[in-house]
């Protein structure tokens, strides 16, 4: 089954919702990153918010990366989506893995990613200066920075839910999430009626599980479906991109590689692709930049 993000209306056209089903997206990372099941959470978390704020640039140039610098043993956790939602990570230890949480028995993923910290977006709309914004992590389960960044950074008052559910054989089993916004033109009693409705929403998880519709999510809230597209793990890696980064490394960095005389691997951190590199293949780059 085919990820995909729904975007919607409700109330009105007084607030906005979009939201995402993220499995296939979350288990390929698992897999090209050899995850822990804390890792696979953590990431997929980012790459699933990453994927639906990809989405809402719009513009087919333009992307956006989300990276979140906790002060937690997992490191540093990056993704990376276009106009289409397609989006890519990677994070600094795959292999971090904590005991369940006592309190409900779920990963720990605010113990690997760290409660301080930054989260830091950058919007890059093609047209020139990259847009860059920060936040402090205020619990480093990432659906509640992610709200706290919308809040502060973007004056836009929003709700950020976020889950993923992973099998005993370490698979995902479930993933996705939602972003639920209030439009500047949203009045009290829309406003009353959405914080009533969310409050009673339980994990997002849960509701996967559960198969639930988002207009049985949502109740009476008349939901306007505007639109609705298929979304991916994607990594535009190719050695032609590899090639022009070793083009911006100084002739004397180049010189040092080449007289060393051995054949060069570079690795993707995307995807792990692997590209290779002879002598000869360098000495013509050297000539040609």
Do not use: W
């Amino acid at each position: 089954m085919k990820d995909e993000i729904i975007d919607c209306l409700a109330y009105n056209g007084k607030v906005s919702i979009k939201c995402i089903s993220s499995r296939e997206i979350v288990e390929k990372a698992r897999k090209l990153h050899d995850l822990s099941p804390t890792a696979s959470a953590a990431l997929g978390r980012l790459l699933t918010i990453t994927s639906i704020m990809g989405y809402e640039l719009k513009t087919e140039e333009a992307s956006i990366t989300n990276q979140i610098k906790g002060n937690g043993p997992i490191g540093i956790l990056t993704a990376v989506a276009d106009s289409n939602g397609n989006v890519k990570g990677y994070v600094g230890d795959g292999k971090v893995d904590l005991p369940l949480r006592k309190s409900d028995g779920k990963l720990d993923v605010c113990g690997a990613v760290g409660k301080q910290g930054m989260l830091y977006i950058i919007k890059d709309l093609g047209i020139g200066k990259p847009y860059v914004g920060m936040t402090p992590i205020v619990s480093g389960e990432i659906a509640e920075d992610f709200t706290n960044y919308f809040a502060t950074s973007e004056q836009v008052p929003s709700a950020v839910g976020l889950g993923v559910l992973m099998s005993k054989d370490n698979t995902v089993k479930q993933a996705g999430g939602f972003i639920v916004q209030l439009m500047p033109f949203a009045d009290e009693e829309t406003i009353q009626a959405l914080e009533d409705r969310i409050s009673k929403i339980t994990s997002v998880t849960d509701m996967l599980e559960k198969g639930m519709t988002l207009k049985e999510v949502m109740g009476d809230m008349d939901v306007e479906f505007t639109d609705k597209i298929d979304t991916q793990f994607k990594c535009t890696c190719s050695k032609e991109k590899i090639v022009k980064a070793l083009a911006g490394l100084s002739n004397k960095e180049l010189d040092e590689i080449i007289n060393d005389g051995k054949a060069i691997e570079v690795k993707c951190d995307f995807c792990n692709t692997t590209y290779k590199f002879s002598v000869e293949e360098l000495k013509t780059l050297r000539k040609k930049y």
